[in-house]
């Protein structure tokens, strides 16, 4: 599986982006997949996830102002972000894998592919 991220950029403080993952090689609908990112100097976290059987889990830190989905006709994941603050300022990375259990859903090892990260910053 090839991921390819899209859709970052320069936004303000208390704007929205939404970014795209399209997979390509392999369709993705039985797989878990999870948006994360990492921010300069920082560990890569988790933000959002889609376990095998549909269930959707946030990090505290996005939740309530952040959306991921999964599109499976078109092999697309997506990450909606509103409410953006400075501190969402990081590059972005999405995931995917066929064998992630779902009490691993937050842990980036459980993942075999990612995408190569799309950069937001959240600025005035």
């Known amino acids: 599986v090839q991921l390819q991220a899209s859709g970052g950029g320069l936004v303000q403080p208390g704007g929205s982006l939404r970014l795209s993952c399209a997979a390509s090689?392999?369709?993705?609908?039985?797989?878990?997949v999870a948006w994360f990112r990492q921010a300069p100097e920082m560990d890569r976290t988790f933000v959002a996830g889609?376990?095998?059987?549909?269930?959707?889990f946030y990090a505290d830190s996005v939740k309530g102002r952040t959306t991921i989905s999964k599109d499976n006709a078109r092999n697309t994941i997506y990450l909606q972000m509103n409410s953006l603050r400075p501190e969402d300022t990081a590059v972005y990375y999405c995931?995917?894998?066929?064998?992630?259990?779902?009490?691993?859903?937050?842990?980036?090892?459980?993942?075999?592919?990612w995408g190569q990260g799309t950069l937001v910053t959240v600025s005035s």
């Open positions: 995931a995917a894998g066929s064998s992630v259990i779902s009490s691993a859903l937050a842990s980036q090892d459980a993942y075999a592919y």
């Open positions: 090689g392999r369709t993705i609908s039985r797989h878990a």
């Open positions: 889609i376990n095998r059987s549909g269930g959707i």
